[in-house]
């Protein structure tokens, strides 16, 4: 069964810096989509970046990139200028493109980040 | 235009009663899904509708568990039997086509007491 893994259950930066969100995940198909999502207090998820496992080039989003490494299974989330506003629980998504399971999405436990002033 | 939107916002039911929560998804989108979210903890997928069929029910938690979807609109999760177990964020997300991304409800707080 696929897996996704966020290692990371907090992480703070400062406020114009830059930090990494990890994530791996395990499968064995080679045909997918991995997301981030945020979720701030609201609890409203908003979907932050998509990336499709067969694109090499890595998404981008403004201030919000992505590290895709599909033989590592990889897919870390890089926020560069930091903004308060970017403080909430970051989820990483795995989804399959064909199959019985195509509808859903799996979520890793997600990574809480603290923008400090 | 309108985003997903759930009712109600929260609910309070005592362990036992039966409570539906609902989903009014983007207008035009094909595939609507239902995902449960414990405290502290990820999405756990629940079943999701393409058209108003459900091809996959296997995330249902138990048989107290159903939903229903009518007219490519609006989708309804019954709880029967609540119990305490059952207390968390139930979000509804809806997307254009099965393929597409996600778009996320505000979700429903239940809390069974």
């Known amino acids: 069964a696929q897996t996704v893994t966020q290692s990371q259950p907090e992480m703070s930066v400062q406020e114009a810096e830059t930090v990494t969100l990890s994530c791996t995940y395990d499968?064995?198909?080679?045909?997918?989509?991995l997301f981030w999502y945020k979720q701030p207090p609201s609890r409203q998820m908003i979907l932050v970046i998509r990336?499709?496992?067969?694109?090499?080039q890595n998404a981008t989003e403004n201030r919000f990139s992505v590290n895709f490494q599909k033989a590592a299974k990889s897919f870390s989330l890089k926020i560069s200028d930091s903004q308060l506003g970017d403080a909430a629980m970051y989820f990483c998504?795995?989804?399959?493109?064909?199959?019985?399971?195509?509808?859903?999405?799996?979520f890793g436990k997600g990574t809480k980040l603290s923008v400090k002033p | 235009g309108a985003g997903v939107s759930q009712s109600p916002s929260n609910k309070v039911t005592e362990k036992g009663k039966d409570v539906e929560l609902r989903c009014d998804p983007i207008?035009?989108?094909?595939?609507l899904y239902w995902y449960r979210q414990r405290l502290g903890q990820g999405l756990e997928f629940l079943i999701y509708?393409?058209?108003?069929?459900?091809?996959?029910k296997s995330g249902l938690p138990s048989d107290r568990f159903s939903a229903e979807r009518t007219g490519e609109s609006v989708s309804t999760l019954t709880i029967q039997r609540t119990q305490q177990e059952d207390s968390a964020v139930y979000l509804c997300?809806?997307?254009?086509?099965?393929?597409?991304?996600?778009?996320f409800g505000p979700g429903t707080r239940l809390l069974v007491l």
């Open positions: 997300a809806s997307s254009l086509v099965l393929q597409e991304a996600q778009y």
């Open positions: 499968t064995s198909e080679s045909d997918y989509y």
């Open positions: 990336q499709e496992a067969y694109k090499q």
């Open positions: 998504a795995y989804r399959e493109n064909y199959g019985g399971s195509q509808g859903n999405l799996i």
């Open positions: 207008s035009g989108h094909t595939a």
């Open positions: 509708f393409q058209g108003n069929s459900a091809p996959d």
